[in-house]
Structure formats: C-alpha cells, structure tokens
C-alpha cells in the first residue's frame, strides 16, 4: 500500500492566556511513500515525528492537508477504520491479559462481513506469533517477559489484523543495546517478510541508516530531505542534515572561497568552481580524511584511537567548528602516538561546503 | 546478624508498645469479657465462664433486629454505592469543562458532618404537623401519597438510612474512582482504538480490570464500614434506635453499655465478638472471590 501525505500540517493552538503561541508540531509534510517499504522518520527529540505518525495513525487530526492510502483519502477516517497496526513506545499491551489474548484482542473487535471463528481467530493469532518467533510465550502474562519479547507481542498484536501500514512509535527505544541491534534486523525481517508498507520513528540515525530503504529526515515540523539513507547520508543537502546524520559526526570547517580556492582556516585545501566568493562552511566526513605528510591541512593531533579495523585520529584545527575533530584511517597509515603536527589529505568527494547563514549545500565543483 | 535483629526490634518497640496496649490489649479483653457471665466493671467482678454471653445475645430479639438492619444496610448500600460511584466517576473523567467543579460538588459531603447531614435529611424527609417535608412535597406533587419516612413503617425507614449512607460513603468512593480511571495509561486507549474497540468492550476489557484493584478496596471497606455503621442511624432517628426498630450492631454493642439498658459489658463483648467473626468471614470470602477476579 503506497502512503502519500500532501501538505500535512499540525497546529497546536496555544495553550490559556499568557503561555506561547500555536506550536506548528508537523508543518507541511509532502512525500511519497512506495508500497511495501521501510521508511525511517528521523529527526532530534520534539521535531513532531511522533505526531507525524499519529496523524498517519488517525490518532490526531490534522489541521490541514490529506493523507492517502494508495488512492483512498483516509484523512478523514478514524483510526479503527484506517487498517493500520500501531507499535506504541512503551508496547501498551494490557497487563491483564496472557500474550495470546492480547494477540487476539484486535481479532475479537471484528464485526460483521470480518467476523472470524474462533478457529480462524486462533489461526491467525498464531502465524501473527510465528512470525515474530514468540509461540511459546503465548500463556505468559506480558509482566513476565523481556522488553524485546514484549516488543515482539506488540508487533504481532498490531500484524494480526493484516494491517495495510503498519506504525512504529520509536521501537527500540527501550531496549538495551545489545538487544537494539538484534531487535531492528528482526523488524527488519518481518516487514520483508509480510511485506507491509511499514513506517517507525526514530532519534537513533544509525538503526534509521541501517534497516530503512528510505529515511525522512526532520527539523522542528518540517521535513529536511527524503532518500535513500546511503544517498541522503553522502548527499545532505542542507548543513543540519550533515551533522544529524553519521557516527562519528562529519566535521565542521569554517571556510572561505576566495580567488578560486577553498581556504580552510590558512589552508588553501582545493581550487573551486561554481561558488560566490565569501565565508562558507565545509564539512568533511571522518572517512574524507588521508593522513599524507604532503596533505593540504595542517592540525595538531591529540590522540590515536584504535578500535579494532579502524584507527581513528583525534586533532584540532584553528578553524574548526565542531567540538571536536575525528579522521578514521586505515590501520597500517595511521600515525604514531607521539607525532604533534599532522598533515592531512582531503578526499574532494568527501567535502560538502553549506552556506554560512541558510545552512543550504552550495553545489560546486572541487579540484 | 543477631546484634541487627536486637536493633530491629528495639526500633519496632515503640510502636509495638502502642499497638499491644492499645489494639490487642482490648482485643483479647473483649474475648475475656464475652466470656465472663455477668461480669461488673465497677466492681470487677463476674459468675461464672461460659457461653451464656453468646446465647442470650443471639436470642435477644432487639439484637437479631440489629443484625437483620445492618445486613440488609450493607447488602443493598455496597454494591448500590460502588456502582454509583464508578458511573459517576466515569461520566466525570469524560467531562472536560468544569471537571473541577463537579469534583468538588461530588466530594462535600465527605467533608460535612454526619450529624449536620443527619438534620438535613431530616427536613427533606420528616413529617411535623407544619409541614410534609420537601420529599413528602415531591411525592404528593406526583399524585403519591404522604409517607411517614422517620417514624413511619419499616421499609420507609430503611429506605431513608441506606439513601443516607450511600450519599455519605459516595464522595470518597468516587474520589478514589476517578484517580484509578486517570492512572489508566492513555495508550491503552488508544492501542484500543486502532484496533477498533467498541466502547462497550474497552470498558469491561480494558478500564475495569485496570482499576479492579481499586474497586475491590473499596468493596472491602465498604464492607467493614456498612457492618460498623452507627452514627447515620442516630444521625436520623434519634439515639432510641431500639424503639425505632433502626438499630445496627454497633449500635446494640453501644446500648448495651452506656444505653437505656446499659451496664452489661459481657453482652457488649458477647455482640462484639459475633460482629467480628462476620466482619472477618465476609473479608475472607472477598479475598477469594477477589483472587479470580482481580489482576495483579
């Protein structure tokens, strides 16, 4: 089922005399979403991803702008009928109920021409089970069991009704690293598997990165960029997307084009093509680095970490914006610990310069 | 190990002191007492030990009056009180302007006195020969005829005193109700609603075995309350609960030492012991009956 939102905005009115004005929570959404794809909304705490998804959801209603199932306009339609499986933050699975009676709860509202046995209703509960691996928890209380285990009752609880999207509200926030990792190959897997056109929010760029095939990219309301993750990752198109994007984050350089060449701090690092001379900013990722003696940048190095594969290499430079400097070389370039002034090459396809004041991406051509 | 156990102990003793002479000191002199035939507490002086107590007490026709007032008190007060209490503290959790307001509308009469709520039953239901009372007023304005709910017939009296401990007991029922109903988490809710929960169903699936704890606390007490009951029935038909055919248990226990007919604290005890014994029978079923019924 292909999603489509056009213009979907959310006002909140302000709340009793004196407090703040309307809060925009979701401020003109227009995207596509392709049918039977795993789409990431990712942006920082209180950029309304949330909101976003209960406006998908039907849990909230929007102030303006519509939302399509395929070609069906569901903006006006309530949740229940919008046949949409929700995945809530903290599971909301009814602690009174066994696994299998939470499964089969949705399967129990079904009224008329949908109206199943109680065969069918068992059928169906346990291929739901199956499919997340959890059939022989099915008499265990929801108390009794692990947070992943609880996330995979929620996911079938919301499958089990053949939901034509399925939502899922930050669903690996409450579970430990470890079982982060293993839980998002899982979601992963079971949205491969059913095939559902599947949407989950997230603050963690990387679980976003590395499962989605497409990520939404969010800034206080509005969307920043739309992609692939690798495309939206190498290609940010504006400077918040750079640096919300990647661990270790990119470098930021104040920098300035002037007579044709890129100038980071005294540094003349390239020649440039296509940029209006004056203050820019670049930003280089961790891998756009080359530890070379005959490198463009000159910085004063801090420490080696060696982690494994990778070394990566702590420096300062003058003109530095972030806080601090990383570059991820290979094992056998890296320099020694006791070297204080380093050179380092810059891999022009790494380099993206953004304006100074709008934090847009400036397109030009490095040499 | 042993030295802390001593330390444990010596920081309970105060309190231990406290609930030993005040609690269970009169508690095991109450059985002593229900024992004791005849027993004087002016000269400390008793006949003999036994069961008398016990036999007259269950024969004595103003005692079983008592007994039949107080069951037919609780059986129709608790579960009238809690029903009522749960529909208001829905209908008040779904409100959301002045929700305050009723609040606090609903929870006055927790904080009036008994005695002064009393006297204002008393002028909506008394008949003097000035005036037919507000409710006689109602009645007749209705094409009924005048009924005598103070010193009238029995049901008619009844019917006042379980009306008057249901609106007494029901600010607190309620209060507790509406906070169990706002603890309820939100997403459960709203879990529900996606998947299409008739309201009907989310009620009896969701909401009320969220707050059974709750409710079935307030069974519970409701249960010792109404079994204790006293003041409400003096509050309205005067301290001569005998005569008035209105007497609960409580009340025979009080009569029978300091009453008309005082002075006989064996029977005193005797009443106690057996209200004790169906105070701690009718708990003990609430606790099974709770145990398949309450989750958690």
């Known amino acids: ?35 039977g794809k795993l789409v990431g909304l ?24 519509q939302i399509f199932f395929g ?109 982060r990792l293993q839980t998002r190959e899982e979601i992963r897997r079971i949205q491969r598997e ?21 990520i939404v990219v969010m800034q206080s309301g509005r969307v920043c ?52 001379e004056g203050e820019v900013v670049a930003g280089i990722r961790p891998e756009g680095f080359e530890y070379d003696p005959k490198g463009a940048l000159c910085c004063k190095m801090n420490r080696v970490e060696r982690m494994g594969r990778d070394v990566s290499v702590v420096f300062s430079h003058a003109a530095a914006i972030s806080a601090v400097l990383r570059a991820i070389v290979d094992a056998d370039e890296a320099p020694g610990d006791d070297e204080k002034d380093i050179r380092l090459s810059i891999d022009a396809g790494k380099l993206r310069l953004f304006d100074k004041e709008s934090g847009q991406r400036i397109y030009c051509t490095l040499r | 190990m042993k030295k802390n156990n001593l330390k444990a102990w010596l920081y309970m003793l105060p309190a231990l002191a406290f609930l030993g002479v005040f609690l269970v000191y009169p508690l095991i002199d109450v059985f002593i007492y229900s024992l004791e035939e005849g027993y004087n507490s002016a000269s400390q002086t008793f006949f003999g030990v036994g069961l008398y107590n016990f036999g007259y007490v269950l024969r004595d026709p103003y005692f079983l009056q008592a007994l039949k007032n107080t069951f037919i008190l609780v059986m129709i007060t608790v579960p009238l009180s809690t029903g009522l209490a749960l529909l208001i503290s829905l209908a008040l959790s779904s409100v959301k302007k002045l929700k305050s307001l009723f609040q606090t509308i609903y929870f006055l009469p927790y904080v009036t006195n008994t005695l002064a709520v009393g006297l204002v039953f008393m002028i909506l239901f008394k008949k003097t020969p000035y ?73 009896t699936r969701i909401t009320l075995p969220m707050i059974s704890p709750m409710i079935f606390y307030l069974v519970i007490t409701g249960f010792i309350g109404a079994f204790k009951a006293y003041s409400d029935a003096v509050a309205l038909f005067g301290t001569d609960l005998n005569a008035a055919e209105m007497n609960t248990i409580v009340g025979y226990i009080y009569d029978m030492l300091y ?38």
């Not at chain 1, 976003?52 to 303006?64: D, F, M, S, V």
């Not at chain 1, 009676?101 to 009224?111: D, G, H, S, V, Y």
């Not at chain 1, 993750?229 to 198109?237: D, F, G, L, R």
């Not at chain 2, 169990?180 to 008739?198: C, E, G, K, W």
């Open chain 1, 42 to 65: 990712l942006g920082p705490s209180g950029c309304g991803k949330s909101t976003a998804l209960n406006l998908i959801c039907g849990l909230l209603e929007p102030t303006r702008g």
């Open chain 2, 131 to 203: 005036s037919e009372g507000l409710v006689n007023l109602l009645i007749n304005f209705f094409g009924g005829q005048s009924v005598d709910f103070i010193t009238g017939p029995y049901w008619a009296k009844m019917f006042v005193l379980c009306f008057y401990t249901v609106w007494v007991v029901l600010p607190f029922k309620i209060l507790i109700l509406t906070s169990a109903l706002a603890s309820v988490d939100q997403h459960y809710y709203d879990a529900a609603r996606v998947d299409a929960t008739p309201r009907w169903r989310v009620f």
């Open chain 1, 225 to 276: 960029q739309t992609g692939h993750p690798q495309k939206v990752y190498e290609e940010p198109e504006s400077r918040f997307v750079a640096e919300f994007l990647g661990t270790p984050p990119i470098n930021m350089f104040s920098a300035r084009v002037e007579k044709g060449g890129l100038y980071i701090g005294e540094d003349r690092v390239f020649s440039v093509e296509g940029a209006a």
């Open chain 1, 71 to 179: 070609d069906e306009d569901v903006t006006g339609l309530p949740p229940e009928k919008r046949g949409v499986g929700m995945v809530f933050q903290h599971y909301a699975l009814y602690p009174h109920l066994t696994v299998l009676k939470n499964i089969l709860f949705p399967l129990e509202n079904l009224r008329g021409s949908e109206k199943l046995s109680k065969q069918e209703m068992l059928k169906r509960a346990y291929e739901a089970a199956k499919v997340v691996q959890i059939e022989n928890l099915m008499d265990s209380k929801p108390s009794e069991l692990s947070g992943g285990q609880q996330q995979r009752v929620a996911i079938a609880r919301a499958l089990v009704k053949r939901p034509r999207v399925l939502l899922l509200d930050e669903p690996l926030s409450n579970l430990d690293a470890r079982l």
């Open chain 2, 259 to 296: 009453g008309n007919s005082g002075g006989y604290p064996s029977y005193a005890s005797a009443a106690a012991v057996i209200l004790f014994a169906i105070v701690l029978t009718i708990t003990c079923i609430n606790l099974i009956v709770s145990r398949k019924h309450v989750h958690y």
């Open chain 1, 1 to 35: 089922m292909k999603l489509v939102l056009k213009d979907l905005t959310k006002i909140y009115p302000p709340r009793g005399k004196g407090s703040a004005g309307a809060v925009v929570a979701v401020d003109g959404f227009d995207f596509e979403i392709p049918d």
């Open chain 1, 194 to 214: 059913t095939g559902i056109t599947t949407v989950f929010v997230t603050h963690d760029q990387e679980e976003a990165m590395s499962i989605c095939d497409m």
